[in-house]
Antibody
Framework: EVQLVESGGGLVQPGGSLRLSCAAS????????MNWVRQAPGKGLDWVSY????????YYAGSVEGRFTIYRDNAKNSLYLQMNSLRAEDTAVYYC????????????WGQGTLVTVSS | DVQMTQSPSSVSASVGDRVTITCRTS??????LAWYQQKPGKAPKLLIY???SLQSGVPSRFSGSGSGTGFTLTISSLQPEDVATYYC?????????FGGGTNVEIK
């Protein structure tokens, strides 16, 4: 069974940093592209970042470019999102999602971790 | 970015009714469209990929159709467990974008 378990969310002050983790199991992690998608409270879904299988290619939404960094450790079956210079508008549930490049869909999602940016 | 417009924003129907949700895109995306179901407090779940392909394990009352700029998700016979918000998502043009969501309720 595919499982994605996020952790690392919490309350942080504006301008602060946080690192999210996503532990993968039930599939060969190193065979799949991965993404982070977020959802602000009561709002819709917003794609945040993508990373290739090898980790050599990354893409970011314009709203987080230069502040967030996605990376992965295939030996540890883990995905990460380093978030710096956090803003109130970054408040959201952050989901890691396994991506199907051949189909273009987010096939499996974790349960999400809540990040709250507030003073 | 490709703009995604879902309609209606909410729908209330009786058990057994046919429910149709529409997703329109600002540019042609061929068949690179997926549909997701999100129940309150839960993560999204993939229902349909490539516009009309049913994800494994998803009940056959869900179906998708369309190509280009117009797509539909149909629930052929609404069940109580289908109460959720439904989102479309395009993957033809970077970055991937989602529709605003459609809330489905039981009347």
């Amino acid at each position: 069974e595919v499982q994605l378990v996020e952790s690392g969310g919490g309350l942080v002050q504006p301008g602060g940093s946080l690192r999210l983790s996503c532990a993968a199991s039930g599939f060969t992690f190193s065979d799949y592209e991965m993404n982070w998608v977020r959802q602000a409270p009561g709002k819709g879904l917003d794609w945040v970042s993508y990373i290739s299988i090898s980790g050599n290619t990354e893409y970011y939404a314009g709203s987080v470019e230069g502040r967030f960094t996605i990376y992965r450790d295939n030996a540890k079956n883990s995905l990460y999102l380093q978030m710096n210079s956090l803003r109130a508008e970054d408040t959201a549930v952050y989901y890691c999602a396994r991506y199907s490049g051949s189909r273009g869909d987010f096939t499996y999602w974790g349960q999400g971790t809540l990040v709250t940016v507030s003073s | 970015d490709v703009q995604m417009t879902q309609s209606p924003s909410s729908v209330s129907a009786s058990v057994g009714d046919r429910v149709t949700i529409t997703c329109r895109t600002s540019q042609s995306i061929s068949s690179w469209l997926a549909w997701y179901q999100q129940k309150p407090g839960k993560a999204p779940k993939l229902l349909i990929y490539a516009a009309s392909s049913l994800q494994s394990g998803v009940p056959s009352r869900f179906s998708g159709s369309g190509s280009g700029t117009g797509f539909t998700l149909t629930i052929s016979s609404l069940q109580p467990e289908d109460v959720a918000t439904y989102y479309c998502q395009q993957a033809n043009i970077f970055p991937p974008t989602f529709g605003g969501g459609t809330n489905v309720e039981i009347k």
